[in-house]
Protein backbone atom coordinates (compact mmCIF):
# COMPACT_ATOMS: atom_id res chain seq x y z
CA UNK A 1 0.00 0.00 0.00
CA UNK A 2 1.75 3.44 -0.59
CA UNK A 3 -0.22 6.71 0.49
CA UNK A 4 0.35 9.38 -1.72
CA UNK A 5 -0.42 13.12 -0.48
CA UNK A 6 -0.09 16.29 -3.35
CA UNK A 7 0.74 19.65 -2.18
CA UNK A 8 1.53 23.38 -4.11
CA UNK A 9 -1.99 24.12 -6.03
CA UNK A 10 -3.33 27.41 -6.39
CA UNK A 11 -4.30 29.86 -8.28
CA UNK A 12 -2.04 31.88 -11.15
CA UNK A 13 -2.50 33.97 -13.95
CA UNK A 14 -1.43 33.32 -17.24
CA UNK A 15 1.95 32.89 -18.16
CA UNK A 16 2.81 31.84 -14.39
CA UNK A 17 4.83 28.76 -12.37
CA UNK A 18 3.23 26.30 -9.95
CA UNK A 19 5.41 23.39 -8.63
CA UNK A 20 3.52 20.58 -7.10
CA UNK A 21 4.76 17.96 -5.12
CA UNK A 22 4.11 14.52 -4.36
CA UNK A 23 5.17 12.54 -1.18
CA UNK A 24 4.89 9.21 -0.93
CA UNK A 25 4.89 6.88 1.81
CA UNK A 26 6.95 3.89 -0.01
CA UNK A 27 8.38 2.75 -3.38
CA UNK A 28 7.30 2.93 -6.57
CA UNK A 29 8.63 2.03 -9.86
CA UNK A 30 6.51 4.73 -11.85
CA UNK A 31 5.13 7.78 -10.28
CA UNK A 32 3.02 9.89 -12.67
CA UNK A 33 0.91 13.44 -12.47
CA UNK A 34 -2.92 13.24 -14.07
CA UNK A 35 -5.16 16.18 -14.46
CA UNK A 36 -9.07 16.34 -14.68
CA UNK A 37 -10.90 19.67 -15.91
CA UNK A 38 -14.77 19.88 -14.91
CA UNK A 39 -16.35 17.81 -17.84
CA UNK A 40 -13.46 16.57 -19.26
CA UNK A 41 -12.07 12.69 -18.43
CA UNK A 42 -8.85 12.81 -16.66
CA UNK A 43 -5.66 12.52 -18.56
CA UNK A 44 -1.96 12.10 -18.35
CA UNK A 45 0.27 15.03 -17.74
CA UNK A 46 3.74 13.19 -17.02
CA UNK A 47 5.56 10.34 -15.47
CA UNK A 48 8.83 8.95 -14.29
CA UNK A 49 10.93 5.78 -13.59
CA UNK A 50 11.63 6.39 -10.62
CA UNK A 51 14.89 3.80 -11.02
CA UNK A 52 16.30 5.44 -14.10
CA UNK A 53 15.13 8.80 -14.07
CA UNK A 54 13.61 8.55 -17.33
CA UNK A 55 10.43 10.95 -17.66
CA UNK A 56 7.27 10.97 -20.20
CA UNK A 57 5.65 14.14 -21.00
CA UNK A 58 1.85 14.63 -22.80
CA UNK A 59 2.11 16.18 -26.01
CA UNK A 60 0.07 19.23 -24.37
CA UNK A 61 2.76 20.11 -21.59
CA UNK A 62 5.94 19.08 -23.43
CA UNK A 63 8.73 22.15 -23.21
CA UNK A 64 6.81 23.65 -20.69
CA UNK A 65 6.11 21.31 -17.60
CA UNK A 66 9.25 19.02 -15.62
CA UNK A 67 8.64 15.79 -13.81
CA UNK A 68 11.92 15.19 -11.24
CA UNK A 69 11.82 13.53 -8.01
CA UNK A 70 13.16 13.42 -4.85
CA UNK A 71 14.46 9.70 -3.86
CA UNK A 72 15.81 10.83 -0.28
CA UNK A 73 12.78 12.58 0.36
CA UNK A 74 10.41 10.18 -1.52
CA UNK A 75 8.89 13.08 -3.13
CA UNK A 76 7.54 13.55 -6.80
CA UNK A 77 7.56 17.05 -8.38
CA UNK A 78 5.57 18.61 -11.21
CA UNK A 79 7.47 22.08 -12.31
CA UNK A 80 4.67 23.73 -14.15
CA UNK A 81 5.67 26.78 -16.07
CA UNK A 82 4.29 29.25 -19.01
CA UNK A 83 0.75 28.03 -17.51
CA UNK A 84 -2.39 28.77 -19.51
CA UNK A 85 -6.11 28.64 -18.48
CA UNK A 86 -6.22 24.90 -20.22
CA UNK A 87 -4.20 23.94 -17.68
CA UNK A 88 -6.82 24.01 -14.89
CA UNK A 89 -7.56 20.98 -13.10
CA UNK A 90 -7.87 19.03 -10.54
CA UNK A 91 -4.13 16.98 -10.14
CA UNK A 92 -3.09 13.98 -9.20
CA UNK A 93 -0.19 11.88 -8.56
CA UNK A 94 -0.09 8.40 -9.26
CA UNK A 95 1.77 5.37 -8.46
CA UNK A 96 2.42 2.01 -9.57
CA UNK A 97 4.18 -0.39 -7.86
CA UNK A 98 4.85 -3.26 -10.36
CA UNK A 99 8.05 -2.93 -11.92
CA UNK A 100 7.08 -3.08 -15.94
CA UNK A 101 8.16 -0.87 -18.52
CA UNK A 102 5.76 0.43 -20.89
CA UNK A 103 2.73 2.72 -21.44
CA UNK A 104 3.96 4.84 -18.88
CA UNK A 105 0.82 7.50 -19.08
CA UNK A 106 -1.68 4.62 -19.30
CA UNK A 107 -3.96 5.62 -16.56
CA UNK A 108 -5.07 1.91 -15.90
CA UNK A 109 -1.37 0.51 -14.76
CA UNK A 110 -1.64 2.94 -11.88
CA UNK A 111 -3.56 1.35 -8.57
CA UNK A 112 -2.43 4.17 -6.30
CA UNK A 113 -3.52 7.87 -6.20
CA UNK A 114 -3.82 11.03 -4.47
CA UNK A 115 -6.46 13.06 -3.70
CA UNK A 116 -5.67 15.88 -6.01
CA UNK A 117 -4.43 19.32 -5.81
CA UNK A 118 -6.18 22.07 -7.59
CA UNK A 119 -4.44 24.64 -10.04
CA UNK A 120 -6.57 27.09 -11.51
CA UNK A 121 -4.93 29.35 -14.49
CA UNK A 122 -6.72 32.61 -15.04
CA UNK A 123 -6.50 34.83 -17.83
Known amino acids: QVELVESGGGSVQTGGSLRLSCVASGYSFCMAWFRQAPGKEREAVAA????????FYANSVRGRFAVSQDNAKNTLYLQMNTLKPDDTAMYYC???????????????????WGQGTQVTVSS
Open 48 to 55: IYTDSGTT
Open 94 to 112: AADSSRRYGYPLLEGRFNY
